[in-house]
């Protein structure tokens, strides 16, 4: 299959934004409100775009090699770079961006040794779980320190869901590549 369709665009559209992103954070020192709602308006099209390349190559037959390798890494550059942006700035305590990248580059890495098998599919757990992230970082990446209290306290809930989910799923995750795993050693 060709690698230029446009579920593989988007990709690359999402891998461009990732600088893009992170200049509109830092801007400034980080802190300035217009450039915080910038950096969340990057984040939300890059996460959009998460959406619509894999609805596009399932539905038409894009699903390519490069796709298959590009799309997770884009997404884990985009997450990673706004939650080391976040907790370099005060905004997200580290272990939050510890926890979740432990689990994404665990995950990372584990596809990539059944990769040889098989794709294990992220199930709707793990897409339940990259929604909830992109909802609980880009409420971080808005400036909330100048809107009223409850809008923190709903960002920090959303982000405590983040946060047991992205550990469910990883467990869940290892769980399915160690039977899939036994189930190939006994030939079934």
């Known amino acids: ?17 990732v600088p893009i992103f992170l200049l509109a954070l830092f801007a400034d020192s980080g802190h300035e409100s217009s450039y915080r709602i910038t950096a969340f308006v990057i984040f939300t099209v890059a996460v959009i775009t998460d959406h619509f390349d ?22 884990k550059m985009l997450i990673g770079a706004a939650l080391i942006g976040l907790s370099m700035l005060g905004d997200l305590p ?30 709707r757990g793990g897409k339940l779980k990259t929604l909830v992230q992109a909802v609980a970082i880009g409420l971080f990446v808005l400036p909330l320190h100048n809107w009223p209290s409850p ?38």
């Open 1 to 17: 299959m060709r690698v230029a369709n446009v579920a593989n665009l988007l990709t690359g559209m999402r891998l461009v934004l």
């Open 54 to 75: 894999g609805l596009l190559a399932r539905t038409y037959g894009m699903v390519t090699e490069f796709g298959k390798l590009a799309d997770p890494i884009a997404d």
């Open 94 to 123: 580290w272990w939050v961006t510890v926890v979740i990248l432990i689990r994404e580059l665990g995950i990372t890495v584990l596809r990539l040794v059944v990769l040889r098998h098989g794709v294990i599919p992220a199930g």
């Open 151 to 188: 809008w923190l306290t709903v960002a920090w809930v959303i982000m405590w869901a983040a946060i047991v989910l992205t550990v469910l799923t990883g467990v869940d995750y290892v769980v399915s590549a160690v039977k899939d795993s036994r189930d190939r050693s006994a030939g079934r």
